[in-house]
């Protein structure tokens, strides 16, 4: 079988998650208005569930933590880096607190995919693995 010139397929549920993030989030990221960097509430909770859900992904087919290069990768998705995305919170708990009171679903979704990845976490006895 000649493999010169073959398109790469991703192997294995690593690169295809990889390959994902990859594609899709980029577009959603930039259709919620600002630039690539700029983190804004909305960008800010679209990136804590891609981490939420990745994290879920990782423990219930893995049985571990996301390593840091991974999460690193989830934000870079959305044109922010990890210490901008975790500084966020910190620097605008109120409006973040308020985007979740007018948007139940969402405080919802995310409360509901942290519950999954700690009893994941729990489950395994690791009392290090969630990061967030």
């Known amino acids: 079988m000649d493999t010169e010139g073959a398109v790469r397929r991703p192997r294995g549920l ?4 990889a390959l994902f993030l990859s594609v899709l989030f980029p577009l959603f990221s930039w259709a919620e208005g600002g630039s690539a960097g700029e983190l804004t509430v909305a960008k800010y909770l679209d990136v804590t569930l ?6 879920r992904e990782i423990w219930a087919t893995e049985n571990r933590a996301p390593s840091m290069q991974e999460e690193e990768l989830i934000c870079a998705q959305y044109g922010v880096t990890q210490p ?9 708990r109120v409006a973040v607190e308020r985007y979740l009171r007018e948007n139940p679903t969402l405080s919802e979704r995310i409360d509901s995919l942290g519950r999954e990845v700690d009893g994941y976490i729990h489950r395994s006895g690791d009392t290090a693995g969630r990061s967030q």
């Open 14 to 17: 690593r690169q295809v998650i």
């Open 50 to 55: 891609a981490r939420l859900e990745f994290q």
């Open 84 to 92: 901008e995305y975790l500084a966020f919170n910190g620097k605008n």
